[in-house]
């Protein structure tokens, strides 16, 4: 009780931990040798007496556990289906005007690309007609009108994939930060390379369009349905 000065008769201010703590014998170096650990055979050799017992017998040297699961453990059933990429409808080439029936650019027209190895299908507005940008879409929810592009001399870039529409990890703000207002949301921009692959894409695709009579002003217009408009009579 020396370190802890007693509150009550028996009773110190200080716990036996904090005590520990002042006497700092946890500092001082272990001059005692580690001793070395004997690896153990997992099976030893017994004899055993009798004509038709064989003289030796090899037991284990740890016992197994007695216990096992009442039930049975339900194992994860293993796949058999082969990973393939997904079949394209027969309508949907490279060069085909889609409109889109999801999404933020919902009802507006679209020139389809190429297919992606996701599956997805990469397509332009371009931006600078109809304002959307180059984006991956499913095939699902677009219809294929009979309108093309001839996009057949148009390269587009290796850059221009999966990856390239992956978002980038946005850095935690502490909380005391936000409380004082350090925090705040910075405005979101484009950075520069995917701006001028882009217009790398929308230039030539562009001059494709240009040279169709009136195709211009029909991926500028959006599409949508009326009370009157029947859907099964419609072709695109």
Same mark, same amino acid.
């Given at each position: 009780?020396?370190?802890?000065?007693?509150?009550?008769?028996?009773?110190?201010? *200080?716990?036996? &931990?904090?005590?520990?703590?002042?006497?700092?014998?946890?500092?001082?170096?272990?001059? !005692?040798?580690?001793?070395?650990?004997?690896?153990?055979?997992?099976?030893?050799?017994? $004899?055993?007496?009798?004509?038709?017992?064989?003289?030796?017998?090899?037991?284990?040297?740890?016992?197994?556990?007695? @216990?096992?699961?009442?039930?049975?453990?339900?194992?994860?059933?293993?796949?058999?289906?082969?990973?393939?990429? $997904?079949?394209?409808?027969?309508?949907?080439? %490279?060069?085909?005007? *889609?409109?889109? *029936?999801?999404?933020?650019?919902?009802?507006?027209?679209?020139?389809?690309?190429?297919?992606? /190895?996701? =599956?997805?299908?990469?397509? $332009?507005?371009?931006?600078?007609?109809? =304002?959307?940008? *180059?984006?991956?879409?499913?095939?699902? @929810?677009?219809?294929? $009108?009979?309108?093309?592009?001839?996009?057949?001399?148009?390269?587009? %870039?290796? &850059?221009?994939? /999966?990856?390239?529409?992956?978002?980038?990890?946005?850095?935690?703000?502490?909380?005391?930060g936000e409380f004082f207002g350090e925090g705040e949301k910075s405005s979101k921009t484009l950075p520069e390379d995917k701006k001028s692959e882009q217009k790398t894409? +929308?230039?030539?695709?562009?001059? !494709?369009?240009?040279?169709? +009579?009136?195709?211009?002003? @029909?991926?500028?217009?959006?599409?949508?349905?009326?009370?009157? /408009?029947?859907?099964?009579?419609?072709?695109?």
């Open positions: 009780m020396a370190r802890s000065k007693p509150i009550s008769p028996h009773v110190g201010r *200080l716990s036996r &931990s904090q005590v520990a703590a002042k006497r700092g014998l946890h500092k001082g170096k272990k001059t !005692a040798a580690v001793a070395a650990k004997t690896e153990t055979p997992e099976f030893t050799e017994k $004899t055993v007496g009798g004509k038709g017992n064989g003289q030796k017998r090899s037991v284990p040297t740890r016992k197994a556990s007695k @216990y096992y699961p009442a039930e049975d453990v339900k194992q994860a059933r293993v796949s058999r289906k082969a990973t393939s990429k $997904t079949a394209l409808r027969p309508s949907i080439t %490279p060069g085909t005007v *889609l409109i889109l *029936l999801s999404g933020r650019f919902s009802g507006k027209r679209v020139v389809c690309l190429k297919q992606l /190895d996701s =599956g997805l299908l990469l397509v $332009t507005g371009p931006f600078k007609l109809n =304002g959307v940008p *180059l984006r991956r879409v499913n095939q699902a @929810y677009v219809i294929a $009108t009979s309108t093309k592009v001839d996009i057949s001399s148009i390269s587009i %870039p290796s &850059s221009v994939n /999966d990856s390239y529409f992956a978002k980038a990890k946005a850095a935690k703000n502490s909380k005391e894409v +929308d230039g030539p695709v562009l001059e !494709a369009i240009k040279k169709v +009579d009136n195709l211009g002003r @029909y991926l500028k217009s959006s599409w949508g349905l009326s009370k009157s /408009d029947r859907f099964h009579e419609l072709k695109f």
